[in-house]
């Protein structure tokens, strides 16, 4: 079965795939506590229900290879809920293939293309777990006690009587919570080729509706494939009759012979020949109440849907830059005030204007911080991914270590949580294949057999900081050292002379590795320019701090949110330009007599360390006037990236303020050393610097600085 069987919307196939990814999350994170902590009922429970909502999401979308495969989860999740199986390595590796599985068909779904990837096999292995139950007895007589909850035939009584008597109580406790029983009859189509998966496809719409407290068959025997040419159903649901068989016409060869509201429950009465001639009763459903949850992942109502909205990421952005216009018409309207105030001081107009603008400027803030909120997510949502990678990677290597996880509720814009997985990604990666040792050298060192990784967000004023930390063999500066000569990057008395927390840094050097060795996996330092430029991409910035034998801490800070950025305004011949202030280490004042030429280029010393000068004249070749006599003392703006510092000389500084960032667009292209650009309240245009494209201009050891290159 394809896509192709029902008429959908790309909004449908959109929310789908919006729910599958929850649901698929919801399992892996399942899977990760089933394997450390054991069956635990409440665990299990989220599992099974997450499976049984993607089963009927996918029977609903007409993509049968996933509804087979969730359908044989299911049964061993069920087993596993029942004690009927225990959990082994060989229990967890098959559920994650399972969901590697399912993954894949979830992304045929968005291609709309077929992956090739047959079912058979992981069907195969779920079977063999499924067989490998205990308690077949149980089992058996669940099955013959379902078996005679079965009606003999179409028009026969609906068999009431049969119900266990805590779907009894069930029943009642539903309709004191404002839930109504429903009896439904569903025929097959007498050519039907499949009445048992028209069987099961109607459960799952059902289930959509609310809670199925019994079915007749029941689920196992429509597993089973034991169906006639009907299925009864009884239904807890807040929905019409008339809305529960609108659903069921998404079903094919299949017709509803008969619904309507379920009387009598608990008489022995006949039932079905009266609700077949009774009228649908047409009823506006209730509202949907958070307590009538039923919980039991049959799709039961809750009231968080009442209270939040799916809103599309461009709508946030674009929001985003009306509220970016907003502030800089605010610093405009500053502007003009100053100029009034100078001019007619104690004016009554100027004292109203005052008055408003300050109002003006309480909402903008509050409507930008609201916006802001919007787009934030829990780190949850990028962090919940890492567990699974960490296991499969320690597996493969062999390795024994666990993933500790904290301040996963820290909230990050979207727009930087989308950018920075990769780079954490990988330096996860390397903290599992080069950090952590392998169980029998740890042992060795006097250390615990499993190694730990720390992954830590928090909030640090106007940034996040994310945390990776490895209790493994760190980063030993000599090799560092002699990998850095060997590939060109030093010399061997430059490398000498450097200082082993600067020697460190040069881990971030393209193509670097302390090994000949190149893993499969990952390489400490193989590929961290990529996680540099990409942090760097984002305003933000990384440290290391290492030891031999005992670890390595990566601190990663990264701004709330790209939009909008605090930036220290300088001016260079009558232009403004806005240098982010997370770069930014101090602001100086150095005599021209001070500067010294090394290798060719300008540097100064500050308390001891050697830093190279940048002239933005220089840089984006501005022309100065004809006679233009340079100053005794110049401006600096001493900054740093990644433990590579420099000197910006400009003429002179403005303050620092909110920038709102605008990309410079097609027609100018990316230009070295500007991130983009901003409108000042003036309605001038200021440049946003790149520094870190600014420092990539320098050589790399000019940048490390160090005192001894100063003769």
Known sequence: MGNGDFDLSE???????????????????????????????????????????????????????????THA??????????????????????????????????????????????????????????????????????????????????????????????????????????????????????????????????????????EVVRSWPSQQE??????????????????SPAEIRTGLAQVPEIEVAWIGPAKGLGAEASQGADAEREPEERRAPEPAREEASSGNGGGGRNGRYGRTVRVDVDLLDNLMNLVGELVIDRTRLYQVLT?????????????????????????????????????MLPLENLFRKFPRMVRDLAQKLGKDLQLIIRGE???????????????????????VDHGIEPPEERVRKGKARTGTILLEASHEENHIIIVIEDDGRGIDPEQVRAAAVRKGLLSEEAARRMPDSEVINLIWSPGFSTTDKVSDVSGRGVGLDVVQKNIEKLNGSVEIRTQVDKGTRFRVKLPLTLAIIRALQV????????????????????????????????????????????????????????????PEELYVVIVSVMGRQAGIVVDDLIGEGDVVIKPLGKFIGDVPGIAGATIMGDGDVAIILDIPGLLESLPADQTHSETAWVS
């Not at 929310?15 to 635990?40: I, P, S």
């Not at 909850?149 to 119900?163: N, T």
């Not at 429509?222 to 929905?239: F, K, Y």
């Open 11 to 69: 909004e449908d196939i959109k929310v789908f795939l919006d729910e599958a990814e929850e649901q698929l999350q919801v399992m892996e994170t399942g899977f990760l506590a089933l394997e450390k902590e054991g069956a635990d009922p409440e665990q299990l429970q989220a599992i099974f229900r997450a499976a049984h909502t993607l089963k009927g999401s996918s029977a609903t979308l007409g993509h049968q290879k996933m509804t087979v495969v």
């Open 73 to 210: 989860l299911e049964n061993v999740l069920d087993k596993l809920r029942k004690g009927k199986l225990a959990v082994t390595t060989t229990l967890v590796d098959t559920l994650f293939a399972c969901l590697d599985v399912l993954g894949t068909y979830r992304d045929e779904i968005a291609t709309g293309q077929d992956s090739g990837v047959d079912p058979a096999e992981i069907l195969a292995r779920l079977a063999a777990l499924d067989s490998g139950e205990t308690g077949e007895n149980a089992s058996a007589r669940d099955d013959a006690a379902d078996q005679g909850a079965r009606p003999a035939g179409q028009g026969a009584a609906f068999p009431w009587q049969s119900l266990e008597p805590a779907e009894k109580a069930r029943v009642q406790e539903a309709l004191a919570m404002g839930l109504q029983p429903v009896a439904c009859r569903i025929q097959f189509d007498q050519d039907s080729a499949m009445p048992s998966v028209r069987a099961y496809q109607a459960l799952l719409v059902l289930a959509d509706h609310g």
């Open 222 to 239: 429509v597993e089973a494939d034991q169906v006639t040419d009907h299925l009864d159903v009884l239904l807890l649901t807040s929905d």
């Open 339 to 375: 100029r009034l105030e100078a001019e007619r001081a104690g004016d009554e107009v100027t004292q109203v204007m005052s008055s408003a603008l300050a109002h003006i400027s309480r909402m903008t803030s509050a409507l930008q911080d609201e916006i802001q909120r919007a787009r």
């Open 409 to 431: 509720e820290t909230e990050l814009d979207r727009s930087v949580i989308e950018e920075i997985s990769d780079p954490l990604m990988h330096l996860l990666r390397n903290a």
């Open 571 to 630: 001016s260079l011949e009558g232009t403004i330009y806005c240098i982010p202030l997370n770069s930014v280490v101090e602001i100086d004042r150095i005599p021209v007599s001070d500067i010294q030429t090394v290798r060719q280029r300008e540097v100064f010393v500050k308390r001891g360390q050697v830093i190279p000068l940048l002239r933005l004249a220089e840089v984006f070749d501005v022309q100065r006037p004809e006679g233009y006599e340079e």
